[in-house]
């Protein structure tokens, strides 16, 4: 049985403007079926998810964009254009109804993991408020890393051989919360 046929109200939106950050946009649709019961086994499934089994929502990454999905709603952000936001859309409604369908060989769920925060990243980075990055400071530019507006290979004293378990600890970090560049496309079939 499908669980989701198909999107409606799919409206885009672009963000606030942040100067030197590449301009994307945002889509939000309503889902045609309420979605929820797929959540633990997406998150069973899926690399860098953020589950909130009380209030029902469900964030991963998929190829460097973020998904929100609530049980009626999905939210997407960094996107091309409207072009691309329409092949997301259908490959994230193949993917939940490929998954659903696959639930009986899947383990569900319900672990919640926080979100990677700045500090965490701040903490491995050589602290020399540098510049080199085009951020004045280390933190600045953990804070810029996180909101995914900046590339952790901005940091050219990183990858030196001096700081080199720091940096393994950083793309970690990264792969493991579902960062584009550190991790692969999540899994999906396109
Ligand atoms: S290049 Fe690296 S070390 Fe230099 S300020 Fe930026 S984050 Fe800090």
């Not at 659903?100 to 020399?128: C, D, F, G, N, V």
């Not at 995914?148 to 378990?165: D, G, M, Q, R, Y």
Request: aromatic share 6%.
């Amino acid at each position: 049985m499908v669980m989701l046929r198909g999107f409606l109200n799919i409206k885009t939106s672009l963000p606030p403007c942040h100067p030197g950050e590449v301009e994307w946009i945002r889509v939000e649709a309503e889902l045609t079926d309420d979605v929820s019961p797929v959540f633990p086994y997406l998150n069973a499934l899926m690399k860098g998810t953020i589950y909130d089994p009380q209030n029902q929502v469900l964030n991963f990454k998929l190829g460097g964009r973020g998904i929100t999905i609530y049980p009626r709603k999905i939210v997407v952000t960094r996107l091309k254009d409207q072009k691309e936001a329409e092949e997301v859309l259908e490959r994230l409604r193949k993917l939940i109804n490929q998954t659903w369908e696959r639930r009986e060989t899947l383990q569900p769920s319900y672990k919640t993991r926080a979100k990677l925060t700045p500090m965490e990243i701040y903490k491995h980075l050589p602290k020399t408020n540098c510049g080199a990055c085009g951020a004045a400071t280390c933190l600045a530019f953990a804070l810029k890393l996180v909101g995914e507006e900046v590339s952790i290979h901005n940091c050219a004293p990183l990858f030196t051989p001096a700081h080199k378990e720091a940096r393994e600890k950083v793309l970690a970090l990264l792969a493991e919360a579902g960062y584009k560049g550190q991790e692969t496309d999540n899994g999906v079939p396109s």
